[in-house]
């Protein structure tokens, strides 16, 4: 990230198992809100990109709707996913984000 001007502002992430009842365990939007308000960031405006259904329903809980799920080897069912994208890898979000 460095290389390319990047900085990486702050880690945000979950300590609790998975049995939680939390607010900041995905898909609830603890983390995502928390971000917002530290950084005063517009989720109108911003893309959550994920590879598990959990953080496309974190980010629409969010206010986030730009939604891209990966696959990365977890189970995707496509035809009940609410992303807006779902894309072979990463690399191809830079064509839909601008």
């Known amino acids: 990230f460095s290389k390319k001007n990047i900085n990486i502002l702050d880690v945000f992430f979950c300590p609790h198992g998975i049995d ?3 607010n900041c365990r995905k898909p609830k939007p603890g983390m995502l809100l928390s971000a917002r308000d530290k ?3 517009n ?4 893309w959550m990109i994920g590879d ?6 974190s980010a629409t809980s969010a206010g986030i709707r730009n939604t891209i799920l990966v696959r990365s080897g977890h189970p995707i069912d496509e035809d ?12 191809e979000s830079i064509a839909i984000i601008k």
């Open 80 to 91: 009940k996913s609410d992303a807006k994208f779902i894309l072979k890898s990463i690399k």
């Open 20 to 22: 939680s009842t939390c």
């Open 52 to 57: 598990k259904e959990t953080d496309v329903q």
């Open 43 to 46: 989720m109108e405006k911003s």
């Open 39 to 41: 950084f005063n960031i």
